[in-house]
C-alpha cells in the first residue's frame, strides 16, 4: 500500500473501492506526525538547550522511529483486517441457512476488523506520549513540528476510535466488546489529554 506514490493512494481513497479508507488513512496520519516528532529530535539532538538530555533525546529519536515503523504498518494492516469483513457482508442470505453462516462471517470479521484500529489507538496514545516530550526538549526554531504532529497523531486517534466504535456497534460477543471498549477509552482519553497539552504548549510558544 505505501509502495504507492501520494497520488495513487489518495485517488484510491477518493474512490469506490472499500479499501483503503479511514483506517488506513488515519495510520498514514499517525505515521506523518510521528515522523515530524522524529524531525524535531535529529534537528535538537545537537543543541547546547539540551544539555543534560543528550541521552533521552536519542531514545526519544530511536522511539520515534520505531512507531513511524509501526504505523506505516498498520497502514496495511488496516486493509487485511477489513477484507474479511467485507467478504462476509457479500455472502448469500437466501435461505436460513445462509443468513446464519452470513451472520456467524460476520461476527468472525468484526474482531479483526475492530481490532486493528484498537491497536493504532493505542499506538497513537504511545506517540502523542514522545511528541509532548519533544515540545518539550525540542529546538525552538522547529516547534512548531512537534505541535504539528501532535495534531496530526490526534487526527489518527480519534479516526481510529470511530472505525473501533463502527464494529463493536454490531459485535455480539460480549465479552469481547467490553475488552475492546475499555482498551479503547483508555487509550482515547490518555491521547486526546496528551495532545492538547502538547498542543497548548506549542501554540504559545509559536505566539
Known amino acids: 500500500m505505501l509502495s504507492k506514490s501520494c497520488t495513487q493512494f489518495i485517488n484510491e481513497l477518493g474512490s469506490s473501492l472499500p479499501v483503503p479508507g479511514g483506517g488506513s488513512a488515519s495510520a498514514l496520519a499517525g505515521a506523518l506526525g510521528a515522523a515530524l516528532g522524529t524531525m524535531v529530535g535529529e534537528l535538537s539532538k ?8 543528550e541521552e533521552e533525546m536519542a531514545e526519544l529519536i530511536k522511539n520515534s522511529k520505531e512507531l513511524t515503523a509501526k504505523f506505516k504498518d498498520a497502514v496495511m494492516l488496516d486493509v487485511t483486517s477489513f477484507k474479511p469483513l467485507a467478504e462476509a457482508y457479500k455472502l448469500p442470505s437466501a435461505t436460513e441457512e445462509e443468513k446464519a453462516a452470513r451472520t456467524a ?8 476488523a475492530a481490532e486493528a484500529p484498537l491497536r493504532l489507538a493505542e499506538l497513537c496514545a504511545d506517540a502523542l506520549v514522545i511528541l509532548n516530550r519533544f515540545s518539550e526538549l525540542g529546538n525552538r526554531l ?28 454490531q459485535m455480539k460477543d460480549e465479552e469481547k466488546k467490553a475488552e475492546f471498549s475499555e482498551r479503547l477509552e483508555k487509550a482515547y482519553s490518555a491521547g486526546i489529554r496528551t495532545a492538547g497539552e502538547t498542543y497548548s504548549r506549542v501554540e504559545k510558544a509559536c505566539m
Open 105 to 112: 462471517a460476520i461476527q468472525k470479521g468484526l474482531v479483526p
Open 46 to 53: 545537537d543543541k547546547k538547550s539540551i544539555a543534560g538530555h
Open 142 to 169: 522547529v516547534i512548531s513540528d512537534a505541535g504539528t504532529g501532535a495534531a496530526m497523531i490526534e487526527a489518527a486517534l480519534k479516526g481510529a476510535r470511530l472505525n473501533v466504535l463502527i464494529n463493536l456497534r
